[in-house]
């Protein structure tokens, strides 16, 4: 098993993972104020969405089959929506490979780290209310955090924090891989975390951090005096009118859903993860959902509008989540709780046996959400990033979606 910042870590955004990206980037302590965001596609080449004519789809189940016989991927299924180029909604493979049961469209999946843009948007709405401020210290909220006086709920946001992560904690990965159905508390991830020294000082460059998140859902559980999921589901899940998206209190799976397969055990074989407990990572990555959901997310969250037109995060807040800094990867930016690949907003998820990844390009209104049952990395790369890359190349070939790190050029 990778001790990546969660695989769902990879619950973001580089392959490094996002959650693994742990790469220093240049730039001070943030400043109170953020800066001017730049246009959401503001790193888009020209080129345009192709229309996804009969051939276009034909050269997009080549490409995505060309991935699953690439990457060892078990089951995959692809949504891409266009207003006035189409659509193309297709499952590849099989959902369970014991009983050969096919993937199709209608399942529910983990989503990993996906959950980040469920917790920051909690959070956010909380910042529209004036129930929190961003530039709080998270020390306001909750004892004992390194560095609490000065880390900001914004630097927890964007992944400029300095926390250790808890997910590359040697123990932790002994405790999950040992029994990977055993709960854990948000208190027993951040005992992982806290025994490390800060990695260094709050705001000076980004490194993708689950730590992060389980701070600001307790900082949502303290301000309303609710169970984050409640607050999910209430402030969040229902006005976008998700009724297939859930966040379990421990190993619960709404069906049908996929078999998932993973290599992050402790023998280091592959084993089915379908019954795993997701409370290790409760408000970086335990969420599920499905493809239309996401879809409908996936606007959502990029936009800060809800299907109908009404606002789900006030216009100056949502300016502000899609405020980018650096993270390393050229064009590639993170917000709050959110990142920028080449224009397409959004995020990524990785759980053991899951990967997803839902997206939108503003500046073709396009959505792109693929969700997979496996999380084995392929050459050094998520599958997820991989189909990313493999399907964008084809219709939006100014607007490439590739989180992988880009070597400096000296």
């Not at 089951?75 to 891409?80: I, K």
């Not at 990555?285 to 009404?310: C, K």
Request: charged share 20%; aromatic share 8%.
């Amino acid at each position: 098993m990778k001790r990546s910042c969660t695989r769902l870590r990879r619950g973001a955004v580089m392959t490094v993972a996002m959650g693994v990206l742990t790469l220093p980037v240049a730039g001070g302590a943030a400043a109170t104020a953020p800066p001017a965001p730049p246009s959401p596609s503001a790193s888009v080449s020209e080129g345009g969405f192709r229309p996804l004519t009969p051939a276009v789809k034909r050269q997009l189940d080549k490409a995505v089959r060309r991935v699953m016989r690439e990457a060892g991927v078990p089951g995959v299924t692809v949504g891409l929506w266009a207003p006035g180029k189409g659509r193309y909604v297709r499952s590849f493979g099989v959902a369970d490979k014991s009983s050969g049961r096919k993937m199709s469209p209608d399942l529910s999946v983990r989503i990993g780290s996906e959950t980040k843009t469920f917790t920051v948007t909690a959070l956010l709405k909380l910042v529209d209310r004036g129930a929190v401020r961003l530039d709080d210290p998270i020390g306001a909220y909750v004892k004992g955090v390194p560095n609490g006086n000065v880390i900001t709920l914004r630097q927890l946001a964007g992944m400029r924090s300095g926390l250790f992560n808890y997910s590359e904690d040697d123990d932790f990965f002994k405790a999950l891989t040992s029994r990977p159905r055993r709960p854990f508390t948000p208190q027993q991830l951040l005992g992982y975390a806290f025994r490390h020294p800060v990695q260094f000082p709050p705001g000076e460059r980004f490194s993708y951090c689950n730590t992060n998140l389980i701070l600001l859902g307790l900082v949502i559980e303290k301000v309303t005096g609710r169970p984050l999921r409640d607050v999910i589901r209430e402030k969040v899940l229902v006005p976008a009118g998700l009724r297939h998206t859930s966040f379990p209190v421990g190993a619960e799976f709404p069906k049908p859903h996929p078999q998932g397969y993973t290599s992050q055990t402790a023998s280091g074989k592959v084993e089915e993860t379908a019954d795993w407990n997701p409370s290790w990572a409760w408000a970086a990555g335990a969420m599920v959902s499905d493809l239309e959901d996401l879809r409908v997310w996936a606007r959502t969250v990029a936009t800060g509008v809800l299907p109908g037109g009404r606002t789900l995060i006030g216009p100056a807040t949502q300016k502000q989540r899609l405020t980018t800094q650096p993270t390393g990867i050229v064009d590639v930016g993170y917000g709050l709780g959110i990142f920028d690949v080449r224009g397409w907003i959004g995020h990524n998820g990785s759980l053991p046996g899951y990967e997803t990844l839902t997206v939108y390009l503003p500046a073709e209104r396009a959505t792109l959400v693929v969700l997979l049952n496996t999380d084995i990395d392929h050459d050094g790369s998520e599958p997820s990033t991989l189909f990313g890359d493999a399907i964008t190349k084809i219709v939006t070939p100014g607007n490439v979606f590739d989180l992988r790190a880009q070597p400096a050029v000296k």
